[in-house]
RNA sequence: GCCGGUUUAGCUCAGCUGGUAGAGCGGCUGAUUUGUAAUCAGUAGGUCGUUGGUUCAAGUCCGACAACCGGCACCA
């Protein structure tokens, strides 16, 4: 009988666990779900797991699946289940948490292997693939995912219904690495780190800067179409000012600080935030000034740990895309949609149509601010826009920021890991904090409802997806580099550089390869350095006055007269508004 | 920050059980003047991540630190 593919990887897990009771019998057992492309299981001891492991354990896994073990659940009683768990320290925890919320308790053995567990699994290990299958690596990971805890030895699996669906996904496994933006970085010639002077911070290079100039201009573009201020405030201020937005006592040891010759501590700010909330407060609003749109793009730094750096997903300097919104209360969930409309269109402009959406809700915390009440507001606010609008979402409980509930999108990388990019963040704290008002038609002061808001994210990190989603192979609006232009020989040179002119001269960013090579080894080479359009001057073309025309993965050429190609070119690199 | 792995030339990597470093590409020089993914020849380039130790002798063994990679935690 056919199972389902999670059934499969859970019951797996079990098998995974039975096997390495057999090499290990001293392990203590943590917990093995199924997860996307396979499972993992948590285990502890003093054993440390290494990749020389892993094939002693594969085919510990594969006897074990030979052998026809059942798979056979029953509900046992919590005497009977400390009975059997007095050794698993983490089933005993598991098991009183259960039974404390009233459940059944439930175990299913496989083998010698017995572990407390809803279920379902498969009937017997006949059930289950032998050959689709692979370990893919051992981590550690906190239980139950607190850092407070133990580190457990975590070993993750590839895991799948058949052996072609393994090799295919181990297949596309290594494509993916073909387009992590660290390599292509290298390979298109964007950026750089410096590990030892600067960790998790970006070295630009020419093209790098030019793509992420474009990704500026691009929001900006958008943001002024639809009616946005741009500011710019202070990258350096007094510490006193994160003091008072309150982000100085949750954040203050994830900052760059540092104290002046007169004994003052100067803070680089981390985020643009309370700069902003300076402006609004700076003379008098009205009701009429609302809804408020207030964007900058602020330039922010943060020590984050040094474990969670990676390449531009994760730097220590980034730029965000930040804008504020002022409204009323009756505003808000108009502005809310907006938001999300305008990410959802802009995303779409850079390829990305399926966007993930969580809502995050609030979490408790020594550090959460405002009242229940006004947590019920805020959510139920944002929750409404999602519903009533038709968007789809998650709810990521416990994700919200100290200061209020948020919605976020999140984009993934070629290796599938997800990352957050845009947002859109309900703040119920920085208006009471810098004490914002509005004057309202009544003549009387009211607080404005504040929301942030994120369209890229991070510009590095924005940069690092579109990057691996398009392989280096971006839409000619957003290379830095559209065109180089190949001269056969250096007889031609000349006509090379009047291309380049022409292009110039009409706002398409143009170089010539004028090395002496040979037009093989250029077109492999700016080829691989993901050079959208390869535009190879001879004999022929200095005669007619045309180009011809090489796509990046394309091998059929074209040919055209160059005005043509010029006006091509300039309509090519226009920005998608 | 935590667990594991890694760190050798600008890049990609080789250096077995300790006996003071290699290749390809790239760079430079020369030849070649090229028609759609690598033209040929010559040549320069490394205190082997940093630091401490073991040893007659350390890229190689041990310790500390740092960075990077994969996870975990964190992510205003």
Redesign the pocket.
């Known amino acids: 009988m056919a199972y389902d593919i999670e059934l499969i990887r859970h019951s797996l897990a079990h098998v995974m666990a039975a096997a390495v009771k057999k090499l290990h019998p001293d392990v203590k057992f943590a917990g093995g779900p199924a997860i996307e492309n396979g499972f993992?299981y948590d285990f502890d001891t003093e054993y440390?797991?290494?990749?020389e492991d892993f094939e002693k354990i594969e085919k510990e896994m594969r006897d074990l699946i030979k052998s026809n073990g059942r798979f056979e659940q029953r509900n046992v009683s919590l005497d009977e289940a400390k009975e059997i768990f007095a050794a698993q320290p983490y089933k005993m925890e598991w098991l009183n948490e259960y039974d404390a919320a009233g459940e059944d308790l439930s175990i299913y053995t496989f083998r010698d292997f017995v572990d407390l567990c809803r279920g379902p699994h498969v009937e017997s290990s006949k059930d289950l693939p032998r050959d689709a299958f692979k370990i893919?690596?051992?981590?550690?990971?906190?239980w139950k995912?607190?850092?407070?805890n133990k580190?457990l030895?975590?070993i993750?699996v590839d895991a799948f219904a058949s052996k072609e669906e393994l090799e295919n996904f181990l297949k596309m496994q290594e494509e993916a690495a073909a387009r992590?933006n660290?390599?292509l970085g290298?390979d298109m010639d964007l950026f750089?780190?410096e590990?030892?002077y600067a960790?998790?911070a970006v070295f630009w290079h020419d093209k790098g800067y030019k793509m992420y100039r474009k990704l500026i201009e691009y929001v900006r573009a958008r943001q002024e179409m639809a009616g946005y201020q741009e500011i710019s405030t202070p990258a350096v201020m007094d510490r006193c000012l994160?003091e008072r937005s309150g982000?100085?006592a949750?954040?203050?040891e994830?900052?760059y600080s540092g104290k002046t010759q007169d004994g003052k501590v100067f803070c680089i700010k981390?985020?643009s935030?309370p700069g902003g909330m300076l402006v609004f407060g700076h003379g008098l609003r009205s009701y009429k000034d609302l809804p408020l749109y207030m964007a900058e793009f602020g330039k922010?730094h943060?020590?984050?740990?040094?474990?969670?750096?990676?390449?531009l997903m994760?730097v220590r300097e980034f730029t965000q895309d930040d804008a504020h919104i002022f409204c009323t209360e009756e505003q808000l969930e108009e502005e809310v949609v907006k938001i999300l409309r305008f990410i959802k269109d802009i995303y779409g402009k850079f390829g990305f149509d399926k966007i993930t959406m969580k809502l995050?809700t609030r979490k408790e915390?020594e550090f959460r601010i405002g009242s229940d009440e006004i947590w019920d507001k805020a959510e139920g606010a944002l929750k409404h826009a999602l519903d009533a609008n038709g968007i789809e979402y998650e709810i990521a409980e416990g994700?919200?920021?100290?200061?209020g509930p948020?919605i976020?999108n999140y984009l993934r990388d070629s290796?599938?890991?997800v990352?957050?990019c845009g947002?859109v963040?309900l703040d119920m704290n920085l208006p009471e904090r810098f004490d914002l008002s509005y004057v309202g038609e009544d003549g009387e002061k009211h607080r404005p409802i504040m929301l942030?808001r994120?369209m890229l994210g991070s510009i590095e990190r924005f940069m690092g997806v579109l990057l691996e989603s398009t392989g280096g192979n971006l839409p000619l609006w957003l290379s830095p580099e559209p065109v180089v232009v190949?001269?056969?020989?250096?007889?031609?040179a000349e006509y090379a550089m009047e291309v380049v002119g022409a292009l110039r001269a009409a706002g398409v960013n143009a170089r010539a390869d004028l090395?002496?090579?040979?037009?093989?080894?250029k077109?492999?080479?700016l080829?691989?350095a993901k050079t959208p359009i390869?535009a190879?001057?001879?004999?022929?073309?200095?005669?007619e006055k045309n180009v011809?025309?090489?796509r990046?993965?394309v091998?059929q050429?074209e040919?055209m007269p160059l005005a043509d190609f010029v006006e091509m070119m300039q309509n090519d690199v226009k920005m998608p508004l």
């Open positions: 993992y440390r797991f290494s990749e893919r690596s051992v981590a550690g990971a906190y995912g607190d850092a407070k580190m030895q975590r993750y992590d660290r390599k290298k750089h780190f590990p030892e960790p998790g994160w982000h100085w949750k954040y203050g994830h900052n981390p985020m935030c922010v943060r020590y984050e740990a040094a474990g969670g750096l990676s390449g994760r995050a915390s994700d919200a920021a100290f200061y948020k976020d290796m599938g890991r990352w957050q947002t963040q942030h994120a190949t001269p056969i020989s250096q007889k031609h090395r002496d090579e040979k037009v093989n080894y077109i492999r080479e080829s691989l390869i190879v001057v001879g004999e022929k073309e200095m005669a011809t025309l090489r990046l993965g091998e050429q040919s």
